[in-house]
């Protein structure tokens, strides 16, 4: 069973539009084989050594990440270093890669509003001011909670560990309106308190940030840039199975990349 790569180019244009990328951002396709015929896709959040290995294990044609394998301009494929054997190892198994990022953090199926719905909010937005948008979401609790109780939903919900998570506020805070913005969001922190939020939650957070948040009094969870985000490989996963059923195989990464250990 195979499909057309338009047909998967279309629906993920559909499920991650590309006019929602950000400017800095290099969404789409990073390495373009031309093969008109898709056969496998494995879905995984970043391309690393293991996940290339992953692919060539698995036969897999095409892979759809969400963090771009390429940043900024290519000067240079260097097969000394990881990024370039990755690429060189890429090309020879024949595997194409294509990356969902900032339009799939925007998107209304996207990491944002998917992480809002494990964590059960409801009215759930875009985080907005004076009419602009901006990438994160804000959502309601059916009922007031303290953050304690609210990081034990977390945990719950997203797989996280109690090692992975750090606190700026008061656990026993009571809270109703939350904020959030997978991977590296703190940047959205002001818009969040603008919009009511009495608790932000994030990846990457910063000790000035933290210090800032404090002097704000707004709460913020920190749970990891890959805490926050891991959530893309079954998100992207289902989409993609609701849209062709049997007619392509796809997997779903099963290498942990997180780079941080907890004791």
Known sequence: ????????????????????????????????LGAAEINK???????????????????VDFIVTHHPLFFSSVKQIHGNNFIGNNVVNLIRKGISVFSA???????????????????????????NRFGME?????????????????????????????????LIGNPEAE?????????????????AAANGC???????VKYHDGIKAKEMGINVIDAGHYGTEKIFVPNMAKQLTQAFGNKVKIFESKVNINPFDFF
């Not at 499909?3 to 990328?21: D, G, Q």
């Not at 995984?44 to 996940?51: A, M, P, R, S, V």
């Open 134 to 166: 901006y990438i994160g979401v804000s959502g309601e609790l059916s009922e007031k909670k303290s953050i304690r109780a609210f990081i034990e939903d977390m945990q719950r919900q997203v797989d996280l560990k109690s090692s992975e998570i750090r």
């Open 198 to 204: 009495q608790l932000f939650v994030t990846g990457d």
């Open 101 to 127: 990022h900032t339009n799939f953090d925007k998107a209304e199926t996207g990491n944002n509003f998917y992480l809002a719905e494990l964590l059960k909010l409801k009215k759930v937005i875009d985080l």
């Open 41 to 59: 896709i494995l879905i995984t959040l970043e391309i690393t050594t293991k996940t290339v290995t992953e692919a060539q294990a698995l036969g």
């Open 1 to 32: 069973m195979t499909i057309s790569k338009l047909e998967l180019m279309n629906t993920l244009e559909k499920i991650a539009p590309s006019e929602l990328a950000e400017p800095w951002d290099n969404c789409g396709m990073q390495i373009d």
């Open 175 to 191: 809270i109703n309106k939350i904020g959030l913005c997978t991977g590296a969001g703190i940047g959205m922190l002001e818009i």
